[in-house]
């Protein structure tokens, strides 16, 4: 009996990578087609004369260069933070056995904040922020979305770090080290791909993030790149050669960021992060 499998599993692949980037193509041809050609029937998908005036209206004449700076301040310092403060978090959760299986209970109680629906918690974080005089700045985006990445983080690099034997770091401490030391020496590089891993999605994550940017900031000053593309759709027209060529330029950094790792990226997703 023949078997199909084999013979399925590429037609399959390469339909899934098709849907998977029909949406990013056609986003593209929007950003390079003229207004005529955009709503052109039927579709044109090669057939069209190119143009940048798109790109030179967004980032040139609108302030999309400045959301653009924005989003990337915002993105990498919430990244940074939320690795720092969770993957210590995650070492304690990891190495000090707690009474009662406390820290079974913690990394659980932990990750449960990550069920409440964000618009929950929208108005009393607002209120905060208000009276914090943080509105409509960087820095409450940046406290914001560590505090949303933390949980994501502490569960990942709990994961990591159970892994890695305890005799490798008790080794270094026997030979003088100290257990920071230990950490920073021993543990961090040997969990490398798995903090890859984690620093992907937390910049996933802050950088696509909208309800709270479109909350906390009303200007130009601390808007992000999602709520600058969504300003372009109004009650008069909507921009979508604009939105476009904003959307793929929004594209560009993290795609680059996952490439950089890439190799990180797939040992870490396959080492483990979802133990205990």
């Known amino acids: 009996m023949i078997n199909l499998r084999p013979l399925l599993r590429y037609p399959l692949v390469a339909l899934a990578t098709l849907v998977a980037l029909a949406p990013v193509y056609w986003m593209l041809t929007i950003s390079l087609k003229h207004e005529v050609d955009q709503f052109a029937v039927p579709p044109l998908w090669f057939s069209f004369t190119p143009t940048l005036e798109h790109y030179r ?44 299986r406390l820290d079974r209970k913690l990394s659980l109680w932990i990750l449960s904040t990550r069920m409440f ?6 108005v009393p974080l607002f209120l905060m922020m208000r009276d914090l005089g943080l509105l ?28 890695v034997p305890r005799e490798l770091e008790e080794a270094a401490m026997v030979d003088g080290d100290s257990r920071l030391g230990a950490l920073r020496r021993v543990l961090l590089p ?17 950088w696509n993030e909208f309800l709270f940017a479109l909350v906390l900031t009303q200007t130009d000053a601390a808007m992000t790149l999602p709520v600058g593309i969504a300003g372009r759709v109004t009650q008069y027209e909507i921009k979508w050669g604009v939105m476009s060529a904003a959307g793929v330029v929004a594209m560009v950094p993290i795609l680059i960021f996952a490439l950089a790792v890439q190799k990180y990226l797939v040992r870490g997703l396959s080492l483990g992060a979802v133990k205990g």
């Open 117 to 122: 629906p964000p618009i929950v918690t929208a």
């Open 136 to 163: 409509n700045t960087r820095a409450s985006l940046v406290i914001l979305y560590t505090g949303f990445n933390l949980p994501f983080v502490v569960w990942m690099m709990r994961g990591f770090f159970l892994e």
């Open 190 to 206: 040997l969990v490398a791909p798995g903090l890859a891993a984690t620093a992907v999605f937390c910049l996933i994550i802050s």
């Open 57 to 100: 209206d967004a980032f040139l004449t609108r302030n999309f260069g400045h959301y653009l700076i924005t989003s990337t301040i915002v993105a990498v310092c919430s990244t940074f933070c939320a690795l720092v403060i969770g993957t210590l978090g995650a070492y304690a959760l990891a190495r000090f056995q707690m009474p009662r």
